[in-house]
């Protein structure tokens, strides 16, 4: 069992949050008199934090991005959070680590507040033993920091951790905090993206991820 830990990133990882945070943007971006109609051109919002995706992408400051992540909420914490469906074999895969008592970490740059009601709405939550995510204040959302702080809460031994996601930002943070990686290409980074970072493992679906642990 090389990798005791597991630490997973949320949307695009264990869930497809597409809808949710589309259409969480749009709403935000309307308050600022910004039309947005078609939900495809906001998925780059999906992964990173979200004021940095605000100030690169609509060049906001950092008080418009500050606002525009309230506006964001508004329609987030109500709605956009349920617009949200867990990916095929997601569950199966939890159950299965968890009979191996392998201890599974969440990590996102998503507020906590936000990252266990997702996974209570999918009956997943029981498979953690921890749960990480940003702060509401936007603190600790760089997933390098995330990572760091998992690490040293729960005194992990590097060697037997691993972080799988499917943004660069996962990959970079493992990285930076010296353990393993598992791309994983069925959610919203591209090949080309993962592959620059030096992933540890690359999959495309979630059966190859199965096997990894097999």
Do not use: W
């Amino acid at each position: 069992m090389k990798y005791k830990n597991i630490l997973f990133d949320l949307d695009g990882t264990l869930t497809d949050p597409k809808v949710g945070i589309t259409k969480s943007v749009q709403y935000a971006l309307k308050k600022f008199n910004i039309k947005a109609d078609n939900l495809d051109e906001l998925v780059s919002f999906i992964g990173p934090p979200l004021a940095d995706s605000f100030m690169e992408f609509y060049g906001f400051s950092e008080e418009q991005a500050k606002k525009a992540i309230d506006y964001y909420r508004e329609y987030f914490r109500e709605q956009g959070i349920f617009e949200n469906q867990i990916f095929d074999g997601i569950k199966e895969l939890l159950g299965n680590l968890n009979s191996q008592e392998r201890t599974l970490i969440l990590a996102t740059s998503k507020p906590t507040i936000f990252a266990k009601k997702i996974l209570e709405h999918f009956g997943i939550y029981k498979y953690f033993d921890f749960i990480c995510g940003s702060n509401l204040d936007g603190t600790r959302s760089d997933k390098t920091e995330i990572i760091g702080y998992i690490l040293q809460e729960m005194n992990l031994n590097k060697e037997e951790t691993v972080m799988i996601g499917d943004r660069k930002f996962d990959i970079i943070g493992a990285s930076n905090n010296q353990i393993a990686s598992i791309a994983v290409g069925y959610g919203y980074g591209s090949e080309e993206e993962l592959r620059e970072f030096g992933p540890t493992h690359f999959v495309t679906t979630v059966e190859e991820l199965k096997m990894i642990f097999q």
